[in-house]
């Protein structure tokens, strides 16, 4: 039972503009929400986070939004850049992260 | 502030040997988490310990699997008897249990197992 999905396995995005990257979740009792960036042979590393009291937490380029009735969230990064390619997963906490599959993005210059 | 170690990065076991890997957690955080990335797969959750329980074992196969974290000295995971399905990435993360940062798990870079 899949309870965090990201549907799309990959996106493309031109340099300087917009990546959008979704993430759904079926149970409502999670209470925290995080996005983490991973590179091949590397450990993930923390983005950005957002607890479900809140719909909008926001850091430098990357800007975390939460839809608590649909069970959504997503990442937005502007203006993307080449650097920010990679593997991002979303994760519910409730203690232990529970992850989707990943998405991968490539910034093309 | 060294972030979270875990060794070795890349082991090379045999059927049947056992494997043993090892984690330090951030300083200052007491809570460890172990999780497995299958080839193809996303992160899956195994044990969250803190020094010296087990507070939640629910992702840990029911044989051949056990993790300690003692008082002194680093996390260690330890597969007995190993097969190739263990073949995978163990990716450690530690996190402070309380304050502003309590929901957020640090990783290490993992320990990559490859049984021949």
């Known amino acids: 039972d899949q309870q965090v999905k990201q549907n799309s396995p990959s996106l493309s995005v031109q340099e300087g503009r917009i990546s959008i990257l979704n993430c759904d979740y079926t149970n409502s009792m999670f209470d925290y929400f995080l996005w983490y960036k991973k590179y091949p042979a590397e450990g993930p590393t923390f983005l950005i986070s957002?607890?479900?009291?809140?719909d909008k937490n926001e850091d430098g380029r990357f800007t975390v939004f939460l839809n608590k009735s649909a069970k959504h969230l997503s990442l937005h990064i502007v203006p993307s850049q080449p650097g920010d390619s990679a593997v991002y997963f979303c994760a519910a906490s409730n203690r232990k992260l529970i992850f989707g599959q990943g998405t991968e993005l490539s910034v093309k210059p | 502030n060294a972030g979270v170690m875990q060794n070795p990065r890349h082991l090379v076991r045999r059927r049947g040997q056992e494997a043993r890997l090892r984690c330090s957690p951030m300083k200052g955080h007491s809570h460890v988490y172990w999780y497995r990335q299958l080839p193809e797969e996303g992160l899956k959750f195994m044990v969250y310990l803190q020094k010296e329980n087990i507070i939640d074992e629910s992702g840990m196969p029911k044989e051949r699997f056990s993790a300690e974290f003692p008082k002194e000295g680093p996390s260690i995971l330890r597969i007995q008897q190993v097969v190739r399905g263990d073949s995978a990435a163990y990716f450690c993360?530690?996190?402070?249990?309380?304050?502003?940062?309590?929901?957020?798990?640090?990783f290490g870079a993992g320990t990559r197992l490859s049984v021949l």
């Open positions: 993360a530690s996190s402070p249990g309380q304050g502003s940062t309590k929901n957020i798990q640090y």
């Open positions: 957002i607890s479900s009291i809140k």
